[in-house]
């Protein structure tokens, strides 16, 4: 199982980014979620969408912000993509796409790819 984040970089505030998540393996069984963490801080979710397509957000700062989407390419590759609108410099971290359980959060996560940095300047 391989998650290979991707779309990070430099935006400045009131910006938007894509970020995209390139899944291969069993993904159908699997929710996956973007996670984001700051240097010295602990890693926090962001959104995750479930294998059935429900979205769970977990914190509250990005609703109506970001939004997250999941496409199946086949058996064993999707895509799930982060949308995030009006950024701001508190959304500066590093983020993670993961694979597991979304209503577990971090501790249902059982795949973790590399982060992408995201900046957001003033």
């Known amino acids: 199982f391989q998650l290979q984040a991707s779309g990070g970089g430099l935006v400045q505030a009131g910006g938007s980014l894509r970020l995209s998540c390139a899944a291969s393996?069993?993904?159908?069984?699997?929710?996956i979620g973007w996670f984001r963490q700051v240097p010295g801080g602990l890693r926090e979710g962001v959104l995750c969408v479930s294998s059935a397509g429900v979205t769970t957000t977990y914190v509250d700062s990005v609703k109506g912000r970001f939004t997250i989407s999941r496409d199946k390419k086949d058996n064993t590759k999707e895509s799930v993509d982060l949308q995030m609108n009006s950024l701001q410099p508190e959304d500066t971290a590093v983020y993670y796409c993961a694979a597991g359980d979304c209503v577990e959060g971090f501790y249902g996560m059982n795949y973790w790819g590399k982060g992408t940095q995201v900046t957001v300047s003033s």
């Open positions: 393996g069993f993904t159908s069984s699997y929710g």
